[in-house]
């Protein structure tokens, strides 16, 4: 396939709307139900994900609940790696390791099974939305628990004005798009 990197994502930008005061009053929420929907889009996004990580060893790509879900399998069929789920609390049916982590107004919790990363397994972690990036961050920490090494993290989108990316410093990002405005 050719090196995506020498097409713009405009029509990519163009299939996520922003839907004003959801979920709360000033927030502009970023909605890819549009980019999911289509063919050519979904399938340009997941191509741009994988691109970057294409001639690097991937043993599994972990994906947060629930989008990362989405992107995350996809990526790692591209890349004939494993998929792993990180899910919130209670929601896998074996022994899990938590990482708590902190939200605006409190804390929140993902889980991942025990035995779901091998010690040294090259990890490639994959959700849609790089906001205040303690999710991605809990996530991280999950997985280097377990004993995999973070080969990098990939996003569809990216608010940069949040700088999500300062919690994740260790780690070499690949974002499709950035928003530099809230």
Known sequence: MKDLQQFDT?????????????PKPGIVFKDITPLLRDPAGLSLAVEYLTQPFRHQRIDVVVGAESRGFIFGTAVARN???????????????????????????????????????????RVLMVDDLLATGGTMAACCRLVETLGGHIVGAAFLLELDFLNGRSKLQDYPIHSIMHVTGD
């Open 79 to 121: 890349l004939s790696a494993g998929f792993v789920p990180v899910r919130k609390p209670g929601k896998l049916p074996l022994e899990t390791h938590r990482e708590s982590y902190a939200l605006e107004y409190g804390t929140d919790a993902l889980e991942i099974h025990v035995d779901a990363i091998n010690k040294g397994d």
């Open 10 to 22: 405009e029509g990519l930008e163009r299939l996520i709307r922003d839907v004003p005061d959801y």
